[in-house]
């Protein structure tokens, strides 16, 4: 199913890897056009309009688009005890990880009267999203939520699209993630509009806020959602974009091939762009994975959706000479989610510079960090991992710098202030700090 590529003969410092592994075909920037209209009808409509779009997009209406206290309240005492103890138990590991994300504050003496503080402060108020079209995602409350509270952040707005099955409101397991993490602020809005709500935020009929604008707004989404974040950041700050997902897996002669093959095919399940890519110098085990692969597909719950995944162009099989071939392709590449499954992981694992997460060794799958490891689930697709994070608690915070300088800090660097301004030609610069001492 997954197509193979002899990379060994290959220089893959230099070659265009784009050709030979592209990633899954998700133009971003050609969609902006599409949801300009959706956004400036967001812009200067009201609840309404709202309704009208998830309408059209979703294919129900909610009966509104806050979701009232009752119907989180409801959707927690109806939830399975079974779902409700995982949950707990991924909230707790999640805020354990991300409350030791939080940077200190820290103060800097540079000479007498010469003090910088850096301190980090949460965003005022940020918009999370949840997806909700082809999956619903409760695990993805998890790994917005956790953060932004581990920060700090005061006001928190959780966004998912209506359901049809569910009366237009978002998922019952969505509405329960929120209420157990204290979430009591949700609408039923998904897409470009829900962007666009968080981001221009909606009045009522008295010209009070029905859902006030926010500073942020993260989480992933497929290309309406991506797009949208695109066009109005600026108005708002976003997160890395989190699209497809991807697994990359590198494994030698000594991994299982059942747990690779097991381990592709669950990020295939997500998505028909999703990306599956195997990393091996070894074609024995590349054999023994391609067959677990075709043991496995058959009957499997998203059958269809997989086989599309697996034959897309953005997966495949790179056959690689050793070790070190793996780790050039696998920086390269900058995977979403990368295993390392190999005789020694972590002689592996400190090599590796670009992929979103990391999983170390044959007992943590990326299913392990997609719900319960602790780790954060909304990583950087599409090569972004070359310069962006996954959703953390730094993600919530700003830095900012106190400059607190005496009479006495202010004279030590005058001088050198004065001739930086006069040779960049800023003689207003040398003024003002000339007039201190005039
Ligand atoms: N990287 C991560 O952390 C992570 C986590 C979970 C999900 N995901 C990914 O997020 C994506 C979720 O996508 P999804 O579609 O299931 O849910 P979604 O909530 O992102 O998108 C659903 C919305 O898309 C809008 N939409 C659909 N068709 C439209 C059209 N023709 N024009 C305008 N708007 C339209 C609708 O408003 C709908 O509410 C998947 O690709 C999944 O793999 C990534
Ligand atoms: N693997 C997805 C991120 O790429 C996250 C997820 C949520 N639920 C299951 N998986
Ligand atoms: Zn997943």
Redo the contacts with the bound molecule.
Sequence with gaps: MLSVTDLRPLDTATADLSRIIPRANVDVSSVVPVVAPIIEQVRHGGEQTLLELAERFDGVRPPALRVPAEALEAALAGLDPRVRAALEESIRRARLVHDAQHPQDSTVELGEGAVVENHWTPVGRVGLYVPGGR?V?P??VV?NVVPAQAAGVGSLAVTSPPQRDHGGLPHPTVLAACALLGVDEVYAAGGAQAVAMLAHGVQDDDGGWLCAPVDLVTG?GNVYVAAAKRALQGVIGVDAE?GP??IAVIADGTARADWVAADLIS?SE?DPLAASVLITDSEDLLRDVLAAIEAQVPGAFHEDQIREALTGPQSGVLLVRDMDQAVEVSDRYAT??LEIQTRDPEALVGRIRNAGAVFVGPHAP??LG??SAGSN???P?SGTARHSSGLNTVTFLRLQQRICYTETGLEEVADGIGVLAEDERLPAHAAAIRARFA
């Design positions: 999956a995602y695990s993805s790994m992933p989190a997902s991807e990020q997500h979403e989610h990326v299913p997609d719900y689930h909304v990583l697709t």
